[in-house]
């Protein structure tokens, strides 16, 4: 499985952003779903996971209420609406994929697949 994250970018605070997470292969519909980001100096956190039906959705406490993750398995993609970004949210944000097991999985050790990552800044 190879994942291909996009949509990162440079916005101001208090701006938007869409990520995309593009995945090969046949088995999407069958993943966990996770995002993941990493700021300069941090280790990776957690920010979302999705069920692999994307009908339950689950949110670190620093982005609950200002980001939603989704996903269309017709597609083989998940998504990240960032909205209301703040200077703290500026960091690398990878996708990742578990092959095993239900949502929700907090641990970045719990996934099989990453993507390479798209770098979000935010600007205040």
């Known amino acids: 499985v190879q994942l291909q994250a996009s949509g990162g970018g440079l916005v101001q605070a208090g701006g938007s952003l869409r990520l995309s997470c593009a995945a090969s292969?046949?088995?999407?519909?069958?993943?966990?779903m996770g995002w993941f980001r990493q700021a300069p100096g941090k280790e990776r956190e957690i920010v979302s996971t999705i069920s692999w039906r994307g009908d339950r959705t689950y949110y670190a406490n620093s982005v609950k209420g200002r980001f939603i993750m989704s996903r269309d398995n017709d597609k083989n993609t998940a998504y990240l609406q960032m909205n209301s970004l703040k200077s703290e949210d500026t960091a690398i944000y990878f996708c990742?994929?578990?092959?095993?097991?239900?949502?929700?999985?907090?641990?970045?050790?719990?996934?099989?697949?990453w993507g390479q990552g798209t770098l979000v800044t935010v600007s205040s």
């Open positions: 990742a994929a578990a092959s095993q097991g239900v949502a929700p999985k907090w641990e970045a050790n719990n996934y099989d697949y």
């Open positions: 292969g046949r088995a999407f519909h069958t993943y966990v």
